[in-house]
């Protein structure tokens, strides 16, 4: 693993991370501080890595990795973007207090809790086994901070990728208590989303479950490439659901937002009405892989032109997330099924 001698360079660099996350202030109450945002940490994190440090964890905007592609829009369930995990001496303390700082603006406060006990479970806590990496300069035009591990890939942009939510595609997920979960998937922190989604199943009438359930065909986890206005999409149309139906996914989709903060959620429903709303969207739940074959659906699916939220409960919870506002804006470069 590679390290930073810890010598009067790196003590200066620390020094100078603290002063620069101290005077990020939260909110927007004091004229004489920037409010403090997870881009604004970004910003300032960028200012106090070494050659080195940039190095390793900088890349350009578009960069394209030889083996991975364009590494930007990249996204995995299990990978590293860059070698050097956030608690090493690569980074100093106050190098990884802006980066947990990062973490904690891109994430809704109330979720924290549930996020450090999936990190604890499947990484070791946060910072172990975890990278990051900056693409584009902070200071001078678009960047984009991403954050990857085990079960996570989460980004801030800025806006920098100005037609897609969250910054790109983004993953959750968490193994509660072992590999292969029990049915009712005990300690998992995500697994509510799935209740409720189930919940909604069977508000259905039998001819609406029929449309909604699929037999056969769930598409491998990682497909949540977009398949624009003319693509063909699994279960129910949503404009086949009453006004009760309407309003019980709408909720639905509220919580499927509430880990995260309150400008992504807002951009996700942003582009999500870009597209025509839930109405140009399917429902889907998969008969295969349903734990315990017991009727609660572990592996569901919302679906439009560009909006693509795949919860997949087996083994464990995965949720591959992918929300812009138009089909054709993304680079992607894992999704077979992407239409670019």
Known sequence: ???????????????????????IRPGSLFADAPARTSESIVKALFDTLSREQKKQMCFAWD?????RGLLR???????RITKPFINSSFYTAGQQAMIRAIFEEITNPEWHARFDKQLKDDVGGFGNRQS?????????GAFEFVLTSRHMTLRCDGDSEGHAAFGGPILYAHEGENLH???DHPNNVFWQQAVEANKLYHMLDS???????????????????????????????VTEFAADQKA?????????????????????????????????CHLAFYKEG???????????????PSFVWYFRGRPHVHVWVNVADDPKAQKLNSFQDSIM
């Open 63 to 67: 960069h394209v990795d030889a083996e």
């Open 1 to 23: 693993m590679n390290t930073t001698p810890l010598n009067r360079r790196s003590f200066l660099r620390n020094a100078a991370a603290i002063t620069a996350l101290s005077a």
């Open 132 to 140: 990051i990496a900056i693409f584009g300069e902070p200071n001078t």
């Open 248 to 280: 019980e996914l709408q909720r639905i989709l509220k919580s499927l937002l509430e880990p995260f903060r309150k400008s992504d959620r807002e951009e996700a429903v942003k582009c999500l009405d870009a597209q025509g709303g839930l109405d140009q």
């Open 207 to 237: 001819k609406h479950q029929a449309l909604a359930l699929v037999g056969n065909g769930m598409p491998s986890e990682e497909l949540v490439g977009f398949k624009g206005r003319d693509g063909v999409f699994q279960g129910c149309p």
């Open 290 to 304: 349903d734990l315990g074959n017991d009727g609660v659906y572990d592996n569901w699916r919302i679906e439009g």
């Open 181 to 183: 979960e029990k049915p």
């Open 73 to 79: 829009t990249r996204i995995e369930n299990n990978w």
